[in-house]
């Protein structure tokens, strides 16, 4: 069989002109237009099937799983609706995205800000900035177990570093873990510490991106440091602020859940209990795979209503005009 | 290949060593080579054949702490002992202590159908394990002098009159405190209360800036409820009464969730855990002067500070109450749905509950020797006394005194369980109001228990 198309290769190759200079003595199968689609098809396979894999497949079961009660031994009995009814009349369901509400509304302008604050910081020609930023990026390397662990440590109500300094300077301490009104602002605070350096680079980047000539062509204008940040380096960091933005939004919906459970647990009585902790919490320790499904299938829905939003208000991701 | 001239120039490359070929053959090499691990990896315990696993918080470990090391080292002679003597093999599976007791991981095993064959069970997760099917009877491997022998300390873990965990030791709640502080503050043995007020006022006596006066346990999970049910016990108050119908609001549970709260809102006893919850450092560092503990920690001050100074007391009781203290300690279990249950169910009875003298010593080895508890079963319970394991003043006081007023921790599932979590939490850290928390969680336990199906919940 492959003598033959061979054959037919060579035979073809003999008589028809080549239709192009690059054309060997085999005639392309394939246009062009199509190699290119092939070839984009195969570097973006591997991504892909990850994702068919480890996120679409599961997603898929996971809502099938939320109409069903789940023993968490094996037994499956169809519920149709029940989950999500039991879901609307949970108390502690809505306690927990009350929580996560906070917990976004605070972390993602916070985190913005100090990422954002950082980037200009680290941009400037300061000897060693190199140093400086490299241990603004550590923590982001550091597992969130271990920064649970360490911050644990530092907060403790009667040894933690943190109330010996403030006794030091003559305050009372505080337990900052152990009270629900600033338990939540202490996972926010590690939170920031922990995500600042990521977020920090992604802003450097996008600031190196702006043609200094702006920058000159402004200071040659007699603008101000307020001036030029608002009216250069703002507006032409949109895309960069908007990926900040929807990522972070994302990333404090549905993660912490490591330091969560390292640094409280959820407590002090459900004061940092985030949605995404409870609906682990309901799964794996409670074995109610299916409510905590439909909870979660909840959320995705929330987070596609938001990332709609957030594309909405910047017009698809396009920034440039004209476009 | 020439014939167009155009390929001169070029380099001519055969088909195989294309970098497109490459490419195709290095993924399709990968694939070959990471689908049977994958596939591997999705299959059950039972498909998977080999020894059975005996998963526990104990052994194979090594650690700074003399009592863990002589703890694991119980566990490696008894399955290497099994070993030698059976022919079904048995793998010792250390988790640590946190992930077993307040993680998750053994529950999600058991949903993945990756359970292991043997396993230590906490008498307040005993249910969900038990309605789920996956507990092995252990009855008809058991003689009945040997049920006989363990006697009510197996009433938590029977169900219509079969075991269906073996319990290798009794654990009971009581005060620990600190001799060197107490007696800086000029209180004697005399001093040690007996009533709810006089402890925390004497705990608001001893705290400082550093030193918590009283310690109870913060942390939300089965083990706070478990220290906090005696506090309940004492005014008479109880979850589901003998008929099963709820009870937790009560005149008995809002005083005893008013107890932790007013402990906490005046700063006797602190809202998080000190030194990290370890009892022993917290004690020798001086962040404690009393605190709510088991008798366990007993081998570890033995083991870890012998030099160390402190006392016990049977929990205090209330006006008008009578003292209760909870009991609690692990069993042995045998996943019903195992690679091998028979065998996993005659390790068990063989290890901890057969009339065999082998059996009984192992207890007493594990109760008074290695660690310190109070043995569930009769024979083993005289066996460590006449060996001299309760003739310390601690022990013997734990033996005589606190024990005899214990009562078994209750078996609740988790919903049950989360609701009184809830109230103990919210009234102790956030300040609820003690009677609406109450009413609350009676609420949702009726809920619940109203579409019950399963194991009796009393």
Redesign the interface.
């Known amino acids: 069989m492959s003598g033959v198309a061979a054959q037919e290769r060579r035979h073809r ?2 008589v028809t002109p ?1 239709r192009s ?5 085999r005639r392309p199968r394939l246009s062009r237009k199509h190699r290119e689609w092939l070839a984009a098809g ?1 570097f973006l396979a591997p991504d892909v099937l990850g994702l068919l894999v480890f996120v679409a497949i599961p997603m898929v079961l996971s809502i099938g799983l939320s109409f069903f009660q789940v ?5 499956y009995e169809w519920i149709g609706l029940g989950n999500y009814r039991r879901m609307l009349n949970d108390p ?1 369901f809505w306690d927990s995205m009350k929580i996560t509400g906070l917990y976004v509304v605070f972390l993602v302008p916070l985190l913005f800000c100090v990422s954002l604050g950082l980037g200009l910081l680290v941009k400037q020609k300061l000897p060693g900035v190199g140093v400086y930023r490299t241990m603004l990026f550590m923590p982001y390397v550091i597992s969130l177990v271990v920064v649970g662990v360490l911050w ?2 530092l907060l ?4 933690g570093v943190v109330n010996r300094a403030m ?1 030091a300077a003559g305050f009372d ?1 505080e ?1 900052w ?4 009104s600033l338990a939540l602002g202490c996972v926010i605070a590690v939170m920031v510490w922990v995500m600042m350096g990521y977020y920090m680079i992604i802003f450097l980047a996008g600031l190196q991106e702006i043609p200094q000539e702006f920058y000159e062509a402004a200071k040659l204008d007699g603008a101000g440091p307020w001036t030029t940040f608002r009216t250069i380096t703002w507006p032409l960091l949109r895309p960069t602020s908007f990926f900040v933005l929807l990522m972070s939004t994302v990333a404090a919906i549905t993660g912490g859940l490591d330091l969560i459970f390292v640094l409280t ?7 940092t209990s985030l949605a995404i902790f409870y609906i ?1 919490q309901q799964a ?6 299916g409510y905590a499904s439909a909870m979660g299938s909840f959320l995705v829905l929330i987070m596609v209503l938001i990332s709609a939003v957030l594309f909405k208000l910047t017009r698809g991701g396009r920034f440039d005009d004209g476009e | 290949m020439l014939q167009h001239g155009n390929d001169a120039g070029r380099p001519a490359t055969s088909p195989g060593t294309s970098r497109r070929r490459f490419l195709t053959a290095a993924a399709g090499a990968g694939s070959a080579v990471a689908a049977p691990a994958l596939l591997t990896g999705c299959g059950t315990a039972r498909a998977k054949g080999g020894n059975l696993q005996f998963w526990n918080f104990y052994g194979p470990q090594r650690s700074p702490d003399p009592a863990v090391n002589a703890q694991a080292k119980w566990f490696v002679d008894m399955v290497d002992r099994w070993n030698a003597t059976h022919k079904a093999r048995i793998d010792l599976v250390h988790l640590p202590q946190p992930t077993y007791v307040n993680g998750f991981k053994l529950p999600s095993a058991f949903a993945t159908g990756e359970g292991p064959d043997i396993f230590l069970l906490s008498p307040g997760d005993f249910l969900r394990y038990c309605n789920g099917g996956v507990l092995a009877d252990l009855t008809p491997h058991m003689e009945k002098a040997a049920i006989d022998d363990f006697g009510s300390a197996l009433d938590s873990r029977m169900v219509d009159g079969k075991v269906y965990a073996l319990p290798m030791e009794i654990e009971p709640l009581a005060m620990f405190y600190a001799q060197d502080v107490w007696e800086k503050a000029g209180l004697s043995e005399a001093d040690i209360p007996t009533t709810w007020d006089q402890m925390l006022d004497i705990g608001d006596k001893l705290r400082t800036r550093t030193r918590a006066g009283l310690v109870f346990e913060t942390n939300p999970g089965y083990y706070q409820n478990f220290t906090w049910y005696p506090w309940m016990w004492q005014g008479g108050g109880e979850v589901l009464d003998e008929r099963g119908d709820v009870a937790f609001d009560s005149k008995a549970t809002r005083q005893a969730l008013g107890l932790w709260q007013d402990a906490v809102r005046h700063g006797i006893a602190p809202r998080t855990m000190p030194a990290a919850a370890d009892v022993v450092g917290g004690f020798k560092g001086g962040n404690v002067a009393m605190w709510q503990q088991g008798i366990w920690n007993v081998s570890s001050f033995k083991a870890f500070a012998p030099k160390y100074r402190y006392g016990v007391f049977k929990l205090p009781t209330p006006p008008g109450g009578r003292y209760v203290t909870a009991l609690g300690g692990w069993s042995f279990c045998a996943n019903a749905q195992g690679r091998d249950p028979e065998a996993a169910a005659e390790f068990c009875v063989w290890a901890l509950g057969s009339m065999k003298d082998e059996s009984i010593d192992r207890m007493v080895e594990w109760c008074v020797g290695t660690k310190s508890d109070v043995a569930p079963r009769d024979t083993a319970l005289d066996r460590g006394s006449a060996k001299g394991g309760y003739d310390s003043e601690i022990m013997k006081k734990f033996k005589d005194e606190i024990f005899p007023g214990g009562r078994a921790e209750p078996r609740y599932p988790p919903v049950v369980y989360k609701a009184i979590s809830d109230a103990i939490q919210g009234t102790m850290l956030a300040g609820h109001g003690v009677a609406g928390a109450a009413e609350r969680a009676a609420r949702s336990i009726a809920a619940y228990t109203k579409s019950y199906q399963g194991a009796s919940l009393i």
């Open positions: 190759a003999t080549a200079p690059a054309a060997s003595g195969l023993s968490g031994f094996g037994s502690l644990k440590f403790d109500e009667q040894t006794r301490g337990s873990l152990g009270s629900p647990n959820g407590g002090p009585a459900n004061g682990y794996f320790g409670f074995g109610e795979y």
